[in-house]
Nanobody, 122 residues
């Protein structure tokens, strides 16, 4: 089995920063693309950032220039550095990774973390 666990969420003032981490564990053979999603109350889950296996990245327009996604494959971890946070960034943030387990080589399955709350408020 594969597990993703997020951490780093919390309460921060507007303009502040947080760094989210998501570590993968379990019977992992390979990790392909990794992503951060967020879901605000009453809203659809939104793809915030993607980092591909080759380390190229994509961001939703609303976070460009403020958020940075990165990965450390040795640690099986994806990060989301969030700067200049705004109240509208308030959401539960979920990490997602396409993982091939050791028992199913070459077959990637999307795993999800449990989510971490980010609240941006004065």
């Amino acid at each position: 089995q594969v597990q993703l666990v997020e951490s780093g969420g919390g309460l921060v003032q507007p303009g502040g920063s947080l760094r989210l981490s998501c570590v993968a564990s379990g019977s992992i053979f390979s990790i392909n693309d990794m992503r951060w999603y967020r879901q605000a109350p009453g809203k659809q889950r939104e793809l915030v950032a993607t980092i591909f296996r080759g380390a190229s990245t994509n961001y939703v327009d609303s976070v460009k220039g403020r958020f940075t996604i990165s990965r450390d494959d040795a640690k099986k971890t994806v990060y989301l550095q969030m700067n200049s946070l705004k109240p509208e960034d308030t959401a539960v943030y979920y990490c997602n990774a396409d993982v091939a387990s050791s028992s199913a080589l070459g077959i990637y399955y999307p795993y999800w973390g449990q989510g971490t709350q980010v609240t941006v408020s004065s």
